[in-house]
């Protein structure tokens, strides 16, 4: 597993190729955008998307909370994709096994009663504010603080050679702020365009890998 670290404000970041970061001085795990409940959201609909599916998600939290063994856990919005379904009861399942603090901040997604993860050991807020650091699920660039925050679900297209190309998902850094990317199996990706002193890292594999912005493929756009 090839992780990549990041200094901001003299604190120290890691990357994890499953799309998670961090927190090494805090101890603390950011995790964005899981969706729960969305395979069986489909499944209910009618998509025929695998049943073994519901299952990976935890497969994977577990796996990055045996990498990291955080203190805290932080869910950076939209961990359940819409209302109550039978995967709360696998999440009900997966917190009774986890000791770590578990917070939630809010995203537009999050429309589960506060009351029903608190009974899980979940503490629900509308953002953290940590020691010059700004945690949000949307976007929110506020003077004097860096802002972490999901929902974009930030990709970035890398040029190969000809008109070959490929999309991986990526942390997105720019001066104040790291867009995560989306952690949840089955979600989609915005693909970013590269900025003024931006960074990209992108998940390729069990790999971090950062972007030079040369290699990433710019779209044309249409008049």
Known sequence: MNTETIQIKDQQFIMHP???????EKSMLLISDVHLGKVSH?????????????????????EVLEFFAPNTIV?????FHSSLNKEWELFKTW????TAT???VVGNHDIISPENYEDLGVQ??????????????????????????GHIHPAIRLAGMGRQSVRLRCFFKSKA???????GE??????????ENCEVFALLGDTVLPVPIKSVRRRKKRF
């Open 18 to 24: 499953l799309g998670v970061l961090f927190w090494q």
């Open 42 to 62: 489909f499944r209910k609909y009618g998509a025929a998307v695998p049943h073994k599916a519901i299952q990976k998600n935890f497969e994977l939290l577990d």
């Open 75 to 79: 869910f950076m919005g939209d961990l």
């Open 95 to 98: 917190t009774s096994k986890v």
């Open 102 to 104: 578990m917070i939630l």
């Open 124 to 149: 629900v807020v509308p953002e953290i504010q940590e020691t010059g650091f700004l945690l949000t699920h949307h976007p929110d660039l506020r003077e004097g603080f860096f802002n972490f925050c």
């Open 177 to 183: 702020q790291l867009l995560l990317p989306a952690f």
């Open 186 to 195: 089955f979600t989609g990706s915005h693909t970013m365009e590269p900025e």
